[in-house]
Every structure is written in C-alpha cells, then in structure tokens.
C-alpha cells in the first residue's frame, strides 16, 4: 500500500490547526456561535493555501453530532467520515473533471432537493468551481439563488474572476491569503520535529521561499528533499535534489557578471552544464539568488539574510542587482522559443555582464537606491524674470542632406539599431550592448565591450556587416558607408584584435545564431 504523502497527513483538521488564515476562521466559528449559517460559501485564494481543508472543516463544524459547534470534537461518527470522504451527506466534485450541465443537474441539482439522509445538513464542496462550463454555472444558479432548507454550498477557486457575478454576488466570499516566510518556515519546523527529520534553518528557509505562499507546496518539496537526501537537510542539499543551482556556485558566477569578464562567465556556465544543470534551471536559480540578496540588501536581519549575504549584496550593488533582475526577467519570457539552449544561456549572462553598466552615451548610474537618497531641497529663491523671445529670424536655406542627418556616433548608431531591429527582431539581443565610437571618412565605428560576441562579429561574417553597412547609408541618406566593429575598454581606449582560428568560428554556435538572426550564409 502506497504511503501517505506529508501534506496529506498533516492537512488541517480543525479551525485552531488552519495555519496563516485567522482572519477566516475568527469570522466562520463567530458566524456558527451566533448560528449565522450561509447557504453559499466562495473560498478564493492561491493553490495550497488551505480552501479545500477549511471547506471540510466547515462541514465536520455544520454535522458533528455536538454541533453546529465551531470547534468539531473530530471523534464522532460524522466527523471521522467527512475526513475520509465516506459520509454520504457531503460530496465533494473536482469541477476540472465534472465540468459539464448534465454532471451539475445528476450530481448537485437533483440531489439537493432529497433531505439529508443522516447528518444535520447536506453539504455541497465544489472545487475549481471556475471550471465548470457556461450552462452548468446556469444549471447551479437556480439551486444556489433559492436552496433547498438544510442545504450548503462550499465553493473554492483559484480564479474567482472567471465565477460569474450571478454565482458571486450569492455567496459569502472569503479570501484566502499566501503563508508568509515565517508562518511557513514555522510549520516546516513542526512538520521536521513530528517526522523526525533533521533539517538546517537556511535549508527550510529556501523550501519556504520555493513554494511561493503555498503551504501543501512547501510540504512536498520538504518530502521530495528529504527522500532525496535521507540525512540531515542542508541548503545547497534542497536546491540540488530539486534540480536548481547551489548558493556558492551562484554567487561565484554572480561575482563573474559583476566584473563584466566574459571568459570566467562562459567557464563557470559550461561547468554547470557539465555537471547536468539545464540552462533554464540555471536561469532560475540565478533569479532566485538575485532576489535573496535584494531582501539582504534592502531588509537586512528582517528577512533573515546572512552577514556574507548582506555583503555579496553591497559588494555588487543595488543598481547592478535591480538591473540583472530585469535583464533576466526579458530572457526567461523567450525560453520557450529557444532552440538552443546553451547559446541561449550564454547570451543571457553574456548581456548581463553589460546590464549594470551606463552605456556610452548614459549618464553615470546612481549606485544607492532611490528610496535612501535624502530628498533634495527646494530652492527658495525666485525665479529669475522671464525673457521674451527674440524676433524670428527669416527662414535659411534648407541644408544639405549631409548637414541635416546626425553625425554623432551614438545617435547614429541608435538609430541604425533601431531600423535592424524593425527588420531582425532578434538582433537586438545580439547587438544591444554594443555602442556608437565614432566616425571616420564615411565609416560608423562600433565599439563592444564585450571580447565574445566582439571576436564572432568582427570580420567573420562580411554579409552581416553589409547589411549593417546599407542600414547606415540609408540612415545617413547619402550611398558609399561603412561599418568597423572596435573592442572598447572600460576607460575609453581600443584594444588590440585577436584573430580566430576559422575552424573555431565554423563550428562555433554562436555563429550560426548571427547567421539565422540576419538570414545569411558565410562566406567561403
């Protein structure tokens, strides 16, 4: 016989035991004392919050033989067989799979009109209520505006906008809310301490932050750990068993992209790789990491963050984790049309070297978040008296097209990226941390700062900077322009090229990328 799953035997049984929703079970067993019945509940909250154990409760509260009584004695007859789901008078129906009008009419209309055979009340507990199609909400909402006496809706949804207002604006609505870090590291610990598991706080701290608010989540993932493991539950133990990256492993390739060297980054990248880690899974864990050492920076010992955390925070500094966070937040929207998966990964932490750096022509970035900056003094003195503009002068002779067209390399080099992006989405993944240099005798500069994509750009692919080329002219509106791609180094200089091996770049998977990006072959 299979074994029972944790967060089946340690599912709430009383309204005391429901972890995270006082605000629920005060009003229901205040509501049951006064004997202020509804005909119709609606639970409304996240998957695992507790809707489905608090529906069951409310029932045992509505039948026990002590009842209707706001604390269930969980003894009786009636209270045990509403636990395993054999007493007659309460159904439950999985909406999911029930979702169809002769489901509704056989299973909840028809019943609902016969008394209830042994218990006080008949009870009707409708999970994923927002399943059910059109006409069964149509075939609910005369039994739930007019029930039978003796008769009790208890719906639950995940989301109650796709309930109808009909079926809404019947019901008691209750919103169940997510568990916060502590009230689900708390029930961890209580879980550990009755199963015997020995377990590090960091190690509960991390299931709790992975099972996003969700109590029945975190109860599995600490069961998936601990099989996993078999000992003592460590931190790096929990996010290896569940396939995601370790702490120290993520804040060496973080301290990496910090530095913007491009070589140790793809190392460390292809060491994960090597050791069965899938890019994806890599991306996670680096947003993961990401977002603990935004709580370490800016909430400190609240939320539990570590001195080393609160250091590796400061050391890289809220402006570059803000801006990674959002770097990474554009990558993973385009994971699911990645072909290959490894360049894809390389490309995001390549750009994400670059991400926290102010481009060339940017302002230097503010270092301190906003929030810290005291608030800057109004200045009291008056303002200096207007002037009035000065007579228009009489229209001079429109310009020569050269004249009228930018010069200026950033602005120029905008532009053209903007016309190659309109024309080759994907390109602006590829070039969007390159930058105007300069121009000279009718050539665009283009400086990269970063040695990877610089060395698989630079006269590898003639055709690419063709394309590129034309893209110039027609910006500038005058034939004949050229583009040179430049390594750029932090204070400005030029740095020597490095010629690579054509066998190399033949074989290199980021050519191909350029290659399909701007639909062209390379050159014999």
């Known amino acids: 016989m299979a074994e029972t799953a944790l967060y089946r035997r340690y599912r709430s049984q009383s309204f005391d035991e429901l972890v995270g929703q006082d605000h629920i079970t005060k009003t229901l067993q205040s509501a049951i004392r006064s004997g202020r019945i509804a005909h119709a509940y609606l639970f409304v909250g996240p998957r695992g919050t507790g809707k489905t154990s608090a529906a069951r409760i409310l029932a045992k509260c509505l039948c026990c033989e002590k009842g209707p009584t706001p604390d269930p004695c969980l003894e009786c007859s009636f209270c045990k067989r509403i636990a395993d789901g054999s007493l007659g008078d309460v159904m439950e129906m999985d909406a999911a799979s029930e979702a169809g009008v002769e489901e509704v009419r056989q299973n909840i209309v028809q019943r609902a009109q016969y008394a209830p055979m042994e218990a006080r009340y008949r009870i009707f507990i409708i999970d994923e209520v927002h399943d059910l199609s059109q006409r069964g909400f149509d075939a609910l909402l005369k039994t739930i505006e007019e029930p039978p006496a003796n008769v009790v809706f208890i719906l639950a ?6 309930v109808p207002i009909t079926i809404r604006s019947r019901c008691q609505r209750y919103e169940f809310r997510r568990g916060s870090l502590e009230e689900i590291e708390s029930r961890l610990k209580y879980v550990c301490e009755k199963e015997g598991i020995e377990y590090e706080d960091d190690a509960l701290r991390t299931i709790a932050r992975l099972s996003d608010g969700g109590y029945r989540d975190a109860l599995t993932l600490l069961e998936q750990a601990h099989l996993a493991v078999g000992g003592k539950l460590t931190r790096d133990e929990v996010l290896t068993q569940l396939g995601l990256v370790g702490e120290n492993s993520m804040d060496d390739l973080l301290r990496r992209i910090a530095e913007g060297q491009v070589g140790p980054i793809l190392e460390a990248a292809t060491a994960l790789v090597q050791q ?11 947003a993961l990491r990401l977002n603990e050492l935004t709580h370490a920076l800016y909430l400190g010992k609240h939320a539990g963050a570590t001195k080393e955390e609160v250091a590796l925070a400061k050391e890289i500094g809220p402006h570059r984790i803000l801006a990674f966070q959002e770097a990474l937040a554009h990558s993973m929207r385009d994971i699911r049309d990645v072909t290959l998966p490894r360049v894809w990964l390389e490309l995001t932490l390549v750009k994400l070297s670059a991400a926290g750096e102010p481009t060339a022509e940017a302002a230097p970035g503010v270092e301190e978040p906003l929030a810290a900056q005291s608030p800057a003094k109004r200045d009291e003195r008056p303002a200096a008296p207007r002037k009035e503009p000065p007579p228009a002068e009489p229209p001079k002779a429109s310009p020569s097209a050269e004249d009228a067209n930018p010069k200026e390399p950033g602005q120029l ?7 190659l992006t309109n024309r080759f989405s994907a390109s602006k993944q590829l070039l969007g941390a390159s930058f105007g240099v300069a121009i000279e005798d009718k050539a665009l500069i283009v400086g990269f700062k970063n040695r990877f994509l610089f060395e698989r750009l630079q006269g590898k692919l003639p055709k690419v900077e063709g394309i590129i080329a034309e893209m110039v002219s027609e910006v500038v509106g005058e034939p004949g322009w050229a583009v040179r791609f430049q390594l750029q180094q932090e204070n400005g200089g030029k740095a020597a090229t490095q010629e690579v091996d054509s066998s190399v770049v033949e074989g290199d998977d980021l050519v191909r990328e350029v290659q399909s990006v701007f639909q062209v072959e390379k050159d014999a």
């Open 157 to 162: 949804t995940t989301e109650q906008h796709k």
């Open 276 to 286: 069965g880690k899938e890019p994806k899974a890599i991306v996670e864990s680096l």
């Open 413 to 419: 080099w905008e532009q053209v990226k903007e016309r």
